[in-house]
Nanobody
Framework: QAQLVESGGGLVQAGGSLRLSCAAS????????MGWCRRAPGKEREFIAA????????WYTDSGKGRFTISRDTTKRTGYLQMNNLRPEDTAVHSC??????????????WGPGTQVTVSS
């Protein structure tokens, strides 16, 4: 049974927006930090955003600052990544992940299969 499932990916023109969602099981969501990563064809996986369990600590990769917003709804056990002003270089499979700990920094043990984001120029 999948414990993390992403949705919200798709095809969008440059400058457009997408909101990715990550539905989580109770076991991998409660008390855990959450992050988002992406992997473009031929490239290494890149960590792009993270949020602590309390929601008070956020982190973004430099290319995402000012464009991406990470959040989560604890009542729905769902995480979100709002992506604005998308660029062709954002094209990748985007995955969410959680780690067994409240702080966002550290090893992430649980991963979703990912959702494809394609940005056309």
């Amino acid at each position: 049974q999948a414990q993390l499932v992403e949705s919200g990916g798709g095809l969008v023109q440059a400058g457009g927006s997408l909101r990715l969602s990550c539905a989580a099981s109770l076991r991998v969501f409660r008390n855990n930090a959450m992050g988002w990563c992406r992997r473009a064809p031929g490239k290494e996986r890149e960590f792009i955003a993270a949020i602590s369990w309390s929601g008070e600590s956020l982190w973004y990769t430099d290319s995402g600052k000012g464009r991406f917003t990470i959040s989560r709804d604890t009542t729905k056990r769902t995480g979100y990544l709002q992506m604005n002003n998308l660029r062709p270089e954002d094209t990748a499979v985007h995955s969410c992940a959680t780690r067994d700990g409240a702080r966002w920094r550290g090893l992430y043990e649980h991963w979703g299969p990912g959702t494809q984001v394609t940005v056309s120029s």
